[in-house]
Nanobody, 121 residues
């Protein structure tokens, strides 16, 4: 079992920046990829970014490429630096771990509670 704890959400004006962090605890003895997804009411969970255990490979959703950066600070902690935020980036951002396909939410068995990001005009 893996427990994920997110932090760093909040309210920001369009064009601003936020940094999200996610820390994994529990069964972290094996290598695993981690990712971020966002959820908006009435829409499917959207892939945002993911990173492999080594940190050498990063993946991004088309809507955030060039604006967001995912990094792995340690074996169990990832960050998501979000710049040039837009109102469309508003949503609950969820951290996930141990996905078989890093861009596919359906393959992740472990999820955090989520942190709200709100971008105003």
């Amino acid at each position: 079992q893996v427990h994920l704890t997110e932090s760093g959400g909040g309210l920001v004006q369009a064009g601003g920046s936020l940094n999200l962090s996610c820390t994994a605890s529990g069964d972290t003895s094996t290598a695993f990829g981690m990712g971020w997804f966002r959820q908006v009411p009435g829409k499917e969970r959207e892939f945002v970014a993911a990173i492999t255990y080594s940190g050498l490979t990063t993946l991004y959703g088309d809507s955030v490429k060039g604006r967001f950066t995912i990094s792995r600070d340690s074996k169990n902690t990832i960050d998501l630096q979000m710049n040039s935020l837009k109102p469309d980036d508003t949503g609950v951002y969820l951290c996930a771990a141990k996905g078989w396909t890093l861009t596919d939410a359906n393959t992740y068995p472990y999820w955090g509670q989520g942190t709200q990001v709100s971008v105003s005009t």
